[in-house]
């Protein structure tokens, strides 16, 4: 199974940016869907984002205009671009993996911590 790690997640001012990124020990370019989830203290893990291998991108309402997802496949990497960031957007993130026609997500991260606050 191919191993991400999160990296890029620190404390933050509301208002700021930060970008989040997930490496994986092995390539990405068969993976169908690469996502990005969140879980806030309290509360359950929400996917925030996803990227297709072909480029194709979707996000939660609460992050849209924000939030940008992106994966580069010859570098075995995906990104988290964080804007206007808010102290709702606190939480432990997680970068993760699914192939084509499989509902779960077989390959995650460990996670990394942004923190929002003033």
């Known amino acids: 199974q191919a191993q991400f790690v999160e990296s890029g997640g620190g404390l933050v001012q509301p208002g700021g940016s930060l970008r989040l990124s997930c490496a994986a020990s092995?390539?990405?370019?068969?993976?169908?869907?690469i996502g990005w989830f969140r879980q806030a203290p309290g509360k359950q893990r929400e996917l925030v984002a996803t990227?297709?291998?072909?480029?194709?991108?979707n996000y939660a309402d609460s992050v849209k205009g924000r939030f940008t997802i992106s994966r580069d496949n010859a570098k075995n990497t995906m990104f988290l671009q964080m804007n206007s960031l808010n102290t709702e957007d606190t939480a432990v993130y997680y970068c993760?993996?699914?192939?084509?026609?499989?509902?779960?997500?077989?390959?995650w991260g460990q996670g990394t911590q942004v923190i929002v606050s003033s």
């Open positions: 092995r390539s990405i370019f068969s993976i169908y869907v």
């Open positions: 990227v297709t291998n072909g480029g194709a991108t």
């Open positions: 993760a993996g699914r192939n084509f026609g499989v509902t779960n997500y077989d390959f």
